[in-house]
């Protein structure tokens, strides 16, 4: 009788057991939320979603990417995947909840003692602040983000802050405390011998003195900038941003003919700034029609409109080409969901057999069990 029994028992054992093993094997599969790998990688998905305008998705994968790291003591992951979030939030034009990703962020980074990540960050609570016109605050904050972005020594960090807070001040009418901060970027950047930032301080400066209309501080100004432009081993963007600046300027005040010359020298490098080819060649031919050089006006006005044809027609090409991936995408996305969805309804499928084999092994143990029972009870009277 105790034989039966124990081989009784082992079936409904081995009959539960498989299907708990079947239940579980998708689970077995996946790999461990802890993983510094993974927390990466989930922050690279976020950041895809964020470039491709889905916000939400990205959202979700930088709340993954805080639980990982946050389980792994991770800070400095920590705190870039909610100052993610926060730059998320500002554009949801969700203030409260941008705030609140900034303000913890700036708590973790704090104690990485990492200068540049607070400096950016509290450029960006400063920029919020100044948003909801909390005006204070935005100044008191900023001047404090220009501070530590000194103390870092990171060029691109001392970038942001100062221009966070030159615009705070400018924007507040405190021009001249706007101007003071900087010139100290530009200080900072001729110490640490990178011309590049201070051309990027200079077209600042330039914008702020001749929005107040300060000619002699303008024209001193673009004669600093050519010397730096002189000293640049290579054309790069911000050469050609600065140069624009000084095409725009030279424009205004009616200096055609060194407007054009930067347009000419803008064009030689194939632009590589914010303006295109085609509004170059339209630049020159405004340029020419100031100096009454009609012939060149017109053939230059001529190429302006085929060069912005062309310019067009590639766009055109490009979206359609990008629109063509999306929809490969979505179809291979489709495919894969609905293979997924097959695997799915064949393990369903033999869940419910191993399931209802199970159910019989026990009913027919139980049943004999029962008949087992009955006859010993049956002997016993």
């Not at 539960?16 to 802890?34: C, I, M, N, Q």
């Not at 404090?144 to 960090?157: C, D, I, R, T």
């Not at 970038?159 to 405190?174: C, E, P, Q």
């Not at 000419?264 to 170059?280: A, E, F, P, S, V």
Request: with cysteine; proline share 2%; charged share 25%.
């Amino acid at each position: 009788m105790k034989r039966w029994f124990i081989l009784i028992v082992a079936l409904v054992f081995c009959s539960f057991y498989s299907v708990g093993e079947v239940w579980g094997r998708d689970r077995k599969a996946l790999p461990p939320p802890t993983d510094t790998l993974y927390a990466h990688t989930l922050s690279d998905m976020a950041f895809d979603h964020y470039i491709k305008g889905d916000l939400d998705a990205a959202l979700e994968c930088y709340r993954r990417v805080c639980e990982v790291a946050s389980h792994l003591k991770d800070t400095a992951c920590w705190s870039t995947a909610l100052s993610s979030m926060g730059a998320i939030y500002r554009r949801k034009q969700m203030p409260d909840s941008c705030l609140a990703c900034y303000q913890e962020a700036l708590r973790l980074a704090e104690h990485t003692r990492n200068y540049a990540e607070q400096a950016n960050l509290l450029s960006n609570i400063a920029l919020h602040y100044m948003s909801v016109r909390q005006t204070d605050k935005a100044v008191s904050i900023g001047e404090n983000a220009v501070a530590v972005a000194l103390q870092s020594g990171e060029m691109e960090a001392i970038m942001f802050a100062s221009y966070a807070g030159s615009s705070i001040y400018f924007r507040n009418g405190a021009y001249a405390k706007g101007i003071r901060v900087m010139k100290s970027l530009v200080e900072e950047a001729r110490r640490q011998d990178k011309p590049q930032y201070m051309l990027r301080g200079y077209r600042i400066m330039l914008q702020m003195f001749d929005r107040r209309g300060l000619r002699d501080s303008v024209n001193h100004y673009m004669n600093e900038m050519d010397s730096t432009l002189s000293v640049l081993p290579s054309y790069t963007r911000e050469a050609a941003m600065a140069l624009e600046q000084q095409a725009i300027i030279y424009t205004k005040y009616r200096n055609n003919r060194k407007s054009l010359e930067v347009y000419k020298t803008l064009l030689r490098h194939g632009g590589g700034g914010n303006l295109t080819l085609d509004k170059i060649y339209l630049g020159m031919a405004r340029n020419y029609s100031g100096m009454r050089d009609y012939l060149h006006a017109m053939k230059t006005y001529d190429r302006a409109m085929k060069t912005a044809d062309s310019l067009y027609a590639v766009k055109l090409s490009h979206q359609d080409s990008v629109f063509n991936k999306r929809i490969e995408a979505k179809d291979e996305a489709l495919a894969e969901s609905k293979s997924r969805q097959n695997l799915l309804r064949q393990e369903i499928h033999s869940l419910r057999r191993i399931l209802y084999a199970s159910l019989a092994i026990a009913g027919l143990v139980i049943a004999g069990l029962l008949y087992l029972y009955g006859r010993n009870v049956f002997k016993s009277r």
